[in-house]
């Protein structure tokens, strides 16, 4: 039998989740403020995957039950770094973006591949592998996978740049 897209996406989600739990581990507080010029700090990065304070990425999943092909404005250059989460510590932030895409993960593990198959406008997207309209499975995937693993390789480049 089949895995279900859902549960796939997931599986997905858990992992990512957990490969950028391990790459933050070995960063300590002094690093975690740190960034190259014109470069994130490693807070700043999991404050960018944690998406707008107050809405957060789960929005840009539930917005497509909000509307038929609603659109979805995403900020990618938008670290999202705010004066409460400023406050935070690097292990608060990433013990949020893991609450984050748990619930994303609990969402996305109720939907049937009619849900999955709703789309949306996301012009930003537009030169993207999913393009413009992507389902929400695309999405899902394209957040968990293309997102999360993008600022592990960025994580992991500042680390290594802060560290020389």
Not at 32 to 56: F, N, V, Y
Not at 100 to 108: D, H, K, L, T
Request: hydrophobic share 40%.
């Amino acid at each position: 039998m089949n895995e279900s897209e859902s549960v796939k996406l997931v599986k997905l989600i858990d992992t990512k989740i957990s490969e950028l739990k391990s790459v933050c581990e070995g960063i300590d507080e002094q690093i975690a403020d740190r960034a190259p010029e014109g470069r994130w700090s490693p807070k700043q990065i999991l404050s960018h995957l944690l998406g707008p304070e107050g809405k957060g990425m789960m929005a840009t999943v539930t917005v497509f039950f909000d509307e038929n092909m609603p659109r979805i404005d995403v900020e990618a250059a938008n670290p999202f770094y705010t004066e409460n989460r400023a406050k935070m510590t690097l292990k608060e932030l990433m013990t949020e973006v893991e609450l984050e895409y748990s619930r994303i993960a609990g969402f996305a593990s109720a939907l049937d591949p009619s849900h999955l198959s709703r789309k949306a406008h996301i012009p930003m997207m537009k030169d993207s592998a999913i393009g413009e309209y992507p389902t929400l499975g695309e999405w899902i995937e394209a957040i968990a996978c293309g997102h999360i693993v993008f600022h592990i390789r960025h994580m992991n480049e500042i680390v290594q740049q802060i560290k020389q």
